[in-house]
């Protein structure tokens, strides 16, 4: 078990560009978390999956952002059209509904995104 | 809806010293409560739950919190500081008995350990 992983770490982008992230969560853990954090603030929840199907979407998930989770494994967070306030860091996190500890979410390092 | 207040942007305590970090939540089910940790440039960890068993509640690195319907309250104590605690602290809350929804998180407690 490596833990949930995210890539790329850091990602410095000029406004207007469009950026993609990647998580790969825990290989047995069946749904999938995004979070947002900006400095000196707490994650604010994003989306989440439940294996392939997107389940719920926060009301800070405006148009430009998407999220999939193509055949129930890793996931990708895409943003469109960035602007300056989308400058955050972008956190991933995974959890086994069903299981013992179904209500643990187990949290990647994160990506760092800069919009210059 | 629901949402967590904590009170206390900074704490600063000596080492050896009892920490208290507080944290207050709302919400309209029962909720399932967490205390998570964050090291600087890491994600976070997650230092207890409580699911509406036992309402006083252990977690690692000799932290625990109790949860008080009462007082809508679920603070994190632990009885001596050590250097290593220092980080940022998140208590965060999800409605309970429907399954692992999204956390709703507290804005964070910086703690400064004193030497």
């Known amino acids: 078990d490596t833990g949930v992983s995210q890539n790329p770490r850091h990602k410095i982008t000029k406004r207007g560009q469009n950026v993609t992230f990647r998580c790969d969560p825990i290989?047995?853990?069946?749904?999938l978390y995004w979070y947002r954090q900006t400095l000196g603030q707490g994650p604010e929840f994003l989306t989440y999956?439940?294996?392939?199907?997107?389940?719920?979407k926060s009301r800070l998930l405006s148009d430009r952002f998407s999220a999939e989770r193509p055949k129930g494994s890793f996931s990708t967070l895409e943003i469109q059209r960035t602007e300056q306030g989308d400058s955050a860091m972008y956190l991933c996190?995974?959890?086994?509904?069903?299981?013992?500890?179904?209500?643990?979410?187990?949290f990647g390092p994160g990506t760092r995104l800069t919009v210059t | 809806a629901q949402s967590v207040t904590q009170l206390g942007s900074h704490v600063s305590v000596s080492e050896g010293a009892l920490v208290l970090l507080r944290c207050n939540y709302s919400?309209?089910?029962?909720?399932?409560l967490f205390w998570y940790v964050q090291y600087p440039n890491q994600g976070l960890q997650l230092l207890l739950k409580?699911?509406?068993?036992?309402?006083l509640v252990k977690g690692i690195n000799g932290f625990e919190a109790e949860f008080k319907k009462s007082e809508t309250s679920f603070h994190l104590t632990k009885p001596s500081a050590h250097m290593s605690d220092a980080a940022e602290y998140f208590c965060?809350?999800?409605?309970?008995?429907?399954?692992?929804?999204?956390?709703?998180f507290g804005k964070g407690t910086h703690l400064i350990i004193q030497p």
């Open positions: 996190a995974s959890s086994l509904v069903g299981g013992s500890n179904s209500y643990e979410q187990y």
């Open positions: 290989s047995e853990h069946n749904r």
């Open positions: 999956f439940q294996n392939e199907a997107q389940l719920e």
């Open positions: 919400s309209s089910v029962p909720p399932y």
């Open positions: 409580y699911t509406s068993a036992a309402t």
């Open positions: 965060a809350v999800t409605p309970g008995g429907g399954g692992a929804d999204g956390l709703t």
